[in-house]
């Protein structure tokens, strides 16, 4: 079954890591990705800083333009990727083992992806 992980974090906690911190961690992530190849169906990608979004919203009479993230809350998506493991079980006990895990205000979120769209045939 295929999930979609969402990485999230804050941005204060993003600008409290050290800088050598941050280097070994990422060594580890490149590494995760290479361990964990047979089960990513996608590596998707790493999004720019939060502050960068752009949200379009419905409006009364047209879509409204604002800056920011869709939502207010103060983790905010980071980077995602397309697993593809047997189960939710398989697709946690993979989830766990991220390494940027050990950084604080860190978090992965874990959703299955709809891959049958035979509801919208007609």
Known sequence: MKYVIMFTSTPEHDAAVAPEVAQDVYGRVYQWFQDHAASIADNGAELQPVDTATTVRHGALASVVVDGPFTEAREAVGG?????????????ALVKTWPLLEVPGTSVEVRPMVTDYTQFDE
């Not at 697993?83 to 398989?90: E, M, R, S, Y």
């Open 80 to 92: 995602f990727t397309i697993i593809d493991v047997p189960d939710l079980d398989a697709a946690i």
